[in-house]
């Protein structure tokens, strides 16, 4: 259990640090490296305080955090809920993880190639 866990925390950071610029601004900041140090329920708080105020890439972040359960508790219709604002504000790395989500079933969807479809539109236009 301890390995999956571990695993699990270095799938999210690796998805974190991945997906997002190296530079960022103020909490962003302080989140990111938060994460990095293991605080998850700090980068979390932080995340989530970026992601009300309609930040797309803290929703992302956010989703990632629920998803995961990193921070507080695995909750997967929390993290589709961050993941569908951070799409809908334009966030690239949403719009592609709902494709896929909607394309497979991921993520407790119900699988829909109509909004697999739509995403992959949405990205086209960002690119």
């Known amino acids: 259990m301890r390995m999956a866990s ?3 925390s270095n799938t999210v950071l690796t998805l974190l640090l991945a997906f997002s610029p190296l530079a960022h601004a103020g909490d962003a900041e302080s989140a990111f490296i938060a994460a ?3 605080d ?14 309609g930040n797309p890439e803290a929703q992302f ?11 507080g508790s695995m909750n997967e219709h ?8 951070a ?4 966030y690239p790395r949403a719009q ?4 896929v989500a909607y394309r497979e079933g991921w993520f407790g969807l119900t699988r829909d ?3 697999a479809d739509y995403w992959l539109d949405q990205l086209e236009l960002v690119r």
């Open 36 to 38: 990095e140090a293991g």
């Open 61 to 71: 972040n956010l989703g990632l955090m629920y998803h995961s359960g990193l921070g």
């Open 87 to 90: 799409a809908q504000n334009g």
């Open 78 to 85: 929390e993290a589709v809920s961050w993941y569908e604002k």
């Open 40 to 53: 998850y329920t700090s980068a979390t708080a932080q995340w989530n305080s970026l992601a009300q105020a």
């Open 6 to 8: 571990a695993l699990l």
């Open 96 to 99: 592609e993880f709902l494709a």
């Open 113 to 115: 190639l109509k909004k």
